[in-house]
């Protein structure tokens, strides 16, 4: 769904770039889409949900969104699909609307609440304020559907330590799941114009890889899952409009290296050795060992040779290492 619907223009968003589409999609449009992705992956014993993103999708008028519902609903009569999910803005939610919502089976409701500081949003020219999230957030909450809460990191105003109130405050309002996009300057933008005059200012990647794994360990450790970190470079971005900003095709990797650089870091200095093998879960190893072997290249300073090897009995970021004395 691109920017259909959508009467603001928050100062960072165009969404014309991002989604790379200029027209509302058509049923013909969606159902194809469905269709490829049915045919790009197995389904079973997966959870396969649809979802309408981008977008204002509380914003169409009542007509259009039960028409985009009713078109998907063989999907879940058949089973196919378990549930929906859409994206949506705090200001553009109600009972009634979330009552509709839940009989056409939405079952997870996104809002993009970006920050929960109200400089922040003013700055950001979101068009509400702080109070819209948390009301928003209680309707959701009350009519029985799983709250997911976005946020942004690196917006005007913003810093590290806001971004961490926004964090608590997301967990306190009863969000399950979250998204965390750093701030990107797109063109064609307000946030543009304020780059280029000196008034805004971007993360750079460090910057933002530090804050996101900050972020996502205080998610975790409140049993948030992370949906997503980073916009996805083929699916949301043409990076022809982009600016300036800490963009990474990877950037999710990123995030996960640096969890495993600090969890790494913070039981050294070991024993000095010649050798050194750390145990992971198979899941992780990629992971542990870092972004380009960033992590691996990092113990190399201590240790000549450093292997990363699978364990099936641990789990998370756990890890064992084992030191081979020369
Ligand atoms: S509310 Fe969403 S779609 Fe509308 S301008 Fe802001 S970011 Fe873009």
């Keep these: 769904m691109p920017e259909m619907a959508c009467p603001h223009r928050c100062v960072f968003c165009n969404q014309a770039s991002i989604s790379s589409q200029l027209h509302a999609p058509t049923n013909k449009e969606i159902i194809e889409k469905i269709e490829s992705h049915f045919n790009s992956f197995k389904t079973e ?112 105003k913003d810093d590290a330590e806001t971004a961490m109130q926004t964090a608590y405050d997301l967990v306190t309002l009863g969000a399950k799941e979250t998204r965390i996009y750093p701030c990107l300057v797109i063109k064609d933008t307000d946030l543009e114009q304020l780059y280029r005059t000196g008034k805004y200012t971007t993360l750079t990647l460090d910057e933002a890889v530090e804050q996101t794994a900050s972020l996502y360990t205080f998610f975790e450790s409140h049993g948030i899952k992370v949906l997503r970190m980073g916009l996805h470079p083929s699916e949301d971005l043409n990076t022809d409009a982009l600016v300036a900003g800490p963009f990474h095709s990877q950037f999710a990797e990123l995030v996960y290296s640096k969890l495993w650089e600090r969890q790494l870091l913070n039981f050294m200095p070991w024993p000095k050795s010649e050798s050194i093998e750390v145990f992971v879960s198979p899941n992780q190893i990629n992971h542990a060992a870092g972004f380009k072997s960033q992590n691996r290249k990092l113990l190399e300073k201590s240790y000549r040779k450093v292997h990363f090897k699978s364990d099936e009995s641990l789990i998370g970021r756990s890890f064992k290492i084992k030191i081979h004395q020369a």
Excluded: C, W
């Design 45 to 156: 014993n997966r959870l396969v949900q649809l979802a309408f993103f981008g977008g204002n999708f509380t914003g169409l008028t009542i007509k259009q969104q039960k028409s985009y519902l009713q078109l998907v609903q063989p999907y879940l009569k058949k089973g196919m699909i378990s549930g929906i999910r859409l994206s949506t803005r705090p200001d553009y939610i109600d009972a009634t609307i979330l009552q509709m919502l839940k009989s056409f089976g939405v079952t997870h409701i996104e809002l993009g609440a970006q920050s929960t500081s109200d400089t922040v949003l003013l700055a950001s020219g979101r068009g509400h304020l702080r109070d819209a999230i948390v009301t928003a957030s209680q309707q959701i909450l009350a009519a029985g559907l799983v709250l997911g809460l976005q946020m942004m990191i690196g917006l005007p």
